[in-house]
């Protein structure tokens, strides 16, 4: 295979499988409106769990013991906002640092594990014929988008609206006799199972797993709901999440392109995503002091003639 096409099939594959990191935070950051900063070490959980039952001899069940263990970290994380009143972000860091221990207990007391010559679901589905030389692209494309659309049917459901709505006005759900509380921890379970589910498809489709291989993940994240949200917009949840599998396929195809070509090196690009991160976010306000500074000057000009 060509280098050019071996890396773009190798970005297509890579994007599939990390929108599902987006798709969580879509759900964590724009639907409840949390930061949620459990991502990280919910990655490596999901990671630790898949790879470590690969390695037992079941791949399979890899997958959803890892999305299992993910909505329990989840349920963690909402545990302490909803029940001990600890703020969202410092309840998603307590969890994120209990989580290191946790991840090493998954992973038999080791840094890292292998899978040198145990099957995964991508070798089980490789020996199925389907899709030929692209058969991980077909099986990583195939798990974001059901999930995807599942995720789409969940939120159109009256608990899902529910869960929307506590995003919206927390206190009109809670004066409608709907319990924020149990909305807040089904968000959150949800959604680190997702983050999990991507930690377990990113394991055993690289054959190993690090302890330390989810950091900076949720700025990853973000950026990939961000790119995609520019290019697409935020209208809508069936936008919002077409944006986030859009925007993590361009944002590997840049690493790709960065990582080919050298223009940047291969050791900064963490930074130049959080420096893209930064101005996206900050975007809504960078305009709107933009357009004060011109008013302002046009009302000098208006007052000095």
Not at 246 to 260: E, P
Request: glycine share 10%; net charge positive.
């Amino acid at each position: 295979m060509h280098p050019i096409l071996y890396v773009s099939q190798t970005a297509l594959e890579l994007g599939f499988l990390y929108a599902l990191v987006a798709m969580a935070l879509f759900l964590s950051y724009r639907i409840l409106d949390i930061a949620d900063l459990t991502t990280d070490g919910c990655f490596v959980l999901g990671a630790a769990v898949s790879v470590t039952c690969a390695a037992a001899g079941h791949p399979i069940l890899g997958i959803p013991a890892a999305m299992l263990a993910g909505s329990a970290a989840g349920f963690v994380t909402a545990f302490l906002q909803t029940r001990l009143g600890v703020p969202s972000i410092l309840a998603g860091i307590v969890t994120n640092t209990g989580l290191y221990t946790v991840n090493l207990m998954a992973m038999g007391w080791s840094s890292n594990v292998s899978l040198l010559k145990q099957a995964t679901v991508f070798t089980m589905f490789r020996d199925t014929g389907i899709g030929g030389s692209w058969c991980e692209t077909v099986l990583a494309a195939f798990v974001t988008i059901a999930a995807g659309l599942l995720l789409l049917y969940f939120l159109g459901t009256r608990l899902g609206l529910s869960i929307r709505a506590t995003g919206d006005n927390r206190d009109m759900v809670r004066a409608s006799s709907i319990n924020p509380t149990f909305t807040i921890t089904i968000g959150l379970c949800i959604a680190n199972a997702l983050t999990a589910l991507s930690g377990a498809m990113v394991g055993q489709y690289q054959k190993t797993m690090d302890i330390n291989g989810g950091t900076g993940i949720v700025v990853i994240g973000l950026a990939c709901l961000i790119i995609g949200e520019t290019v697409l917009g935020r209208r809508s949840v069936r936008k919002g999440i077409a944006a986030v599998m859009v925007g993590s396929v361009i944002y590997r195809l840049i690493y790709a392109i960065v990582y080919y070509t050298k223009i940047v090196p291969v050791e900064g690009l963490k930074l130049l995503t959080a420096v893209i991160v930064a101005l996206a976010i900050a975007a809504p306000s960078i305009k709107e002091w933009a357009a004060f500074q011109r008013r302002k000057a046009v009302a000098g000009r208006k007052g000095g003639r």
